[in-house]
């Protein structure tokens, strides 16, 4: 019996053809791409848009689809710019039901350009969300052939085709020959349970830089219901800082990330004014190996689910190792 994918297309380069995002339909797009035997596609053309315009309201109502794609026992594919697809394949991977595969892929070269990689980036994304065996392995990426983990994966380079990699765990596996192969499967779903978009919430991410002044700090409260700190190193800020995101830390949470992109926060190495181990007494939450735009995702769904304080800390603490 065939397989159903529901492909959703919301435009990128992979749709760009002649540099306009808007130019390509999605049937247009996927026109490119061939179908491995044995599987229909359904399309969903929902967004003409670049990846840096969609907003988190496309976001949650591409959710509520892809749900809907998944209950009905379909494999999912999205189709994106690339400039935030690891931000869509996360928000997935958080609020989503895990029934079938759901992958997002996109493409670094536009269609009309020589060697444009989006055909066979949709054609390894098809082969992907048509295969049980890549059910249960929470929301993928595909590009170049390289399977990587919605919770790990992130565009590394401008221009290269090979620019989704997994800096902190490496990718889950490969398509070849037009069929995936999975070579590590996650312990554990990024979440216990999908988390619901029920309520606004309105999330800041501060990225700390040499000499900060803590001025945009200040601008954070009134302004937002959380904060996610991309700090220096292993979780480090200046000493003058400590008290004001001690401060915030009282009225919100604040979840504590690394700006270095990679590896887990530390929890004890260092003592003192700004250290890790220091941030985290004064009420800070680890992002653990989560970097600053998936952590300000998750801390934007837990809020928006309703989680407390405890529930929050504790979705943050189930990530810490991996
Ligand atoms: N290669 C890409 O898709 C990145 C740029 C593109 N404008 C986007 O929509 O994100």
Redesign the pocket.
Known sequence: MPKTVSVFTL????S?QGGD?ARLTGAQTLAAAPVPAGVDVELHDVRRL???SLALADLAELAGRVDEATAAGHGVVVV?????LEETAFLLDVVCAPREPIVVT???RRPDLPGADGPANLAAALAIAADPGCRGLGVLTVLADEIHAARHVRKTHTTSVATFASPGAGPLGRVVEGVPHILLRPEKPTVERPLRLRTPARVALLTLSLGDGGELLDAVDDRFDGLVVAAFGAGHAPKWLVEPLAATAARMPVVLASRTGAGPLLTETYRGPGSESDLLARGLISAGQLDAPKARLLLHALLADGADRAATAAAFERLRAG
């Open positions: 435009g990128g380069t992979i760009a995002h670049p990846g840096s994106q710019g690339t400039d935030t996109g493409a670094m």
